[in-house]
């Protein structure tokens, strides 16, 4: 049974910081390109980062330079660091694994920006 569990989310003020974290279970995690999507109430889902089995990265251009993308194949864990958080950031963050064949979502952690 495959199983993304994110962590991580909470409401943080804005300029702070969060780190989510996704553990995966039930996969080839190292085979996986990983990745963070986020939906912002009555907003379509939308990439926010990327990095596949080799550790290229990838990112949308609204968190360039403030988001960071990792994983550590050794504990089949996804990482998403957060900086310079604004209140647009505020989502749910989906964890996403997938490859040619197979595509599997978590179910989200909240991320909520405000003073």
């Known amino acids: 049974q495959v199983q993304l569990v994110e962590s991580g989310g909470g409401l943080v003020q804005p300029g702070g910081s969060l780190r989510l974290s996704c553990a995966a279970s039930?996969?080839?995690?190292?085979?996986?390109?990983m990745g963070w999507y986020r939906q912002a109430p009555g907003k379509q889902r939308e990439l926010v980062a990327t990095i596949n089995s080799g550790g290229t990265t990838n990112y949308a251009d609204s968190v360039k330079g403030r988001f960071t993308i990792s994983r550590d194949n050794a504990k089949n864990t996804v990482y998403l660091q957060m900086n310079t958080l604004k209140a647009e950031d505020t989502a749910v963050y989906y964890c996403?694994?997938?490859?040619?064949?197979?595509?599997?979502w978590g179910k989200g952690t909240l991320v909520t920006v405000s003073s």
């Open positions: 039930g996969i080839i995690f190292s085979s996986y390109r």
């Open positions: 996403n694994a997938w490859n040619f064949v197979m595509n599997y």
